[in-house]
């Protein structure tokens, strides 16, 4: 998939999102890069225990946010092209699982942990 078709499928997946979502997102900017850098890698427990990082919160939590926040740069959420791509099948996977992977980071940036993040799911099964 070339990169302007993956970053159509990422902005109609933030475009999907639920109002009080995005109402809700305060200074983030979300990207598309091919793949992680190791730097990234290391910052992400999850990517490293299965070996492929699909995305990647950068900031301060909301919940981490003082009085004092302000005037500083955008928070960031990575989406990784390739790796996504490594797990789909066609355009139809790519965007479910970007869909899937910009909610567990916007979650991040809610503050929610990986660890509660698991709870849910197991909650949902």
Not at 59 to 88: A, H, N, W
Request: one cysteine or more.
């Amino acid at each position: 998939m070339d990169y302007e078709r993956f970053n159509e499928l990422v902005s109609k997946a933030i475009d999907a999102l639920p109002a009080e979502f995005l109402d809700m997102l305060e200074n983030v900017d979300v990207v598309v890069e091919d793949n992680p850098t190791p730097e990234q890698m290391g910052k992400a427990k999850s990517g490293e225990e299965v070996g492929l990082l699909l995305g990647l919160y950068e900031g301060v939590p909301q919940t981490r946010r003082t009085t004092g926040y302000s005037m500083v740069l955008p928070d960031k959420i990575t989406m990784f092209q390739k790796p996504i791509e490594v797990i789909c099948r066609n355009d139809e996977e790519v965007y479910l699982q970007v869909q899937k992977t910009l909610k567990h980071e916007i979650a991040h940036h809610f503050g929610i942990s990986d660890e509660r993040l698991e709870e849910f799911e197991e909650k949902k099964s």
